[in-house]
């Protein structure tokens, strides 16, 4: 399966946007919103990626292998779920630490195309046979 690549940044910068949010208000909702739309990119339907394709009508140049962005997208659901659990559970510490990690690879990814998510598919991938 094949990815585009605007359409991964394009997703990177709704998020970003998104639990720069949920950082300022401590919108509970919101992240968890954000977990939806992470485990939907797992399973490669992004709502942030169908809306790029609605709204983007250049013709598509280049893809990817979509592997390494939906590994990203189960970490990024993950930090969101922990986050989650600190704002239920009122440890702050463990709510921000933990949406803030995940803004940070989102800004990685929307600012620089830098995906970090991928970059550990990659690694995890030449370090453990199995995972090949």
Known sequence: MQ??????RFGASVTTVALAIVLVTGGTWLLALQAAVF????FGASPYGMIFK???????????DATPPR????????FALVGLVG??????PLALGATAAA???AFLNAAFGFCLGCEMYLI???LLPAAR
């Open 3 to 8: 990815a585009d690549p605007r359409a991964l």
């Open 39 to 42: 485990a939907l990119g797992v």
């Open 54 to 64: 609605g709204i983007v009508k250049s013709p598509l140049r280049e893809t990817e």
């Open 71 to 78: 590994f990203a997208q189960g970490v990024g659901l993950v």
């Open 87 to 92: 704002y239920v559970t009122q440890t702050t």
């Open 103 to 105: 803004l940070f690879a």
């Open 124 to 126: 995890a991938r030449r």
